[in-house]
């Protein structure tokens, strides 16, 4: 089984309330998976994951949060060969840059090496509201990852 890390950045609470209902998922579906805030992350610990599972909410005109933006920028130095990664966050639709910071994610991970293991889950408003699509992804993720190990 390969080493999974969720790492979020979260400002008003919303990804971080996203990000511990999909470790819980994940866990219920057996899967060991070390869950740690982006302050508390050093880049280079990432290759010490075989998967990445990010989640980044996007403000207004599509920016990054802010905590996460200082890792985004020690990524784009940084190979990701034989790494897979999921994205979630979340945005607001009334803005014309919907989770724009995934998008981002997504294109800087796989540019350099890493594989999606599953389109992003990007949630638009209150995370709360959304328990049935984050437990549906949270198991689609859990059983992608026990197929890539099989």
């Known amino acids: ?17 996203l990000a511990y209902t999909i470790l819980q998922h994940l866990r219920n579906a057996n899967r060991d998976v070390v869950i740690k805030n982006v302050i508390d992350v050093v880049p280079g610990e990432l290759h010490q ?9 996007t403000w207004e005109n599509g920016s990054m949060q802010t905590d996460f933006g200082r890792l985004y920028k020690s990524m784009l130095f940084m190979s990701f060969d ?8 979340r945005g607001r639709r009334a803005y ?14 796989s540019e350099r090496g890493a594989q999606e293991i599953m389109p992003s889950l990007k949630i638009d408003g209150d995370a709360a509201q959304f328990e049935h699509e984050i437990r549906e992804w949270s198991h689609s993720v859990a059983d992608a990852l026990a197929e890539a190990h099989r």
């Open 96 to 109: 014309g840059h919907f989770c724009q910071a995934l998008d981002t994610l997504e294109n800087a991970l």
């Open 82 to 89: 034989g790494k897979r990664f999921a994205l979630f966050g």
């Open 49 to 57: 994951y075989d998967e990445l599972i990010l989640g980044c909410s």
């Open 1 to 17: 089984m390969g080493k999974s890390i969720i790492i979020y950045g979260s400002t008003a609470g919303n990804t971080e309330f």
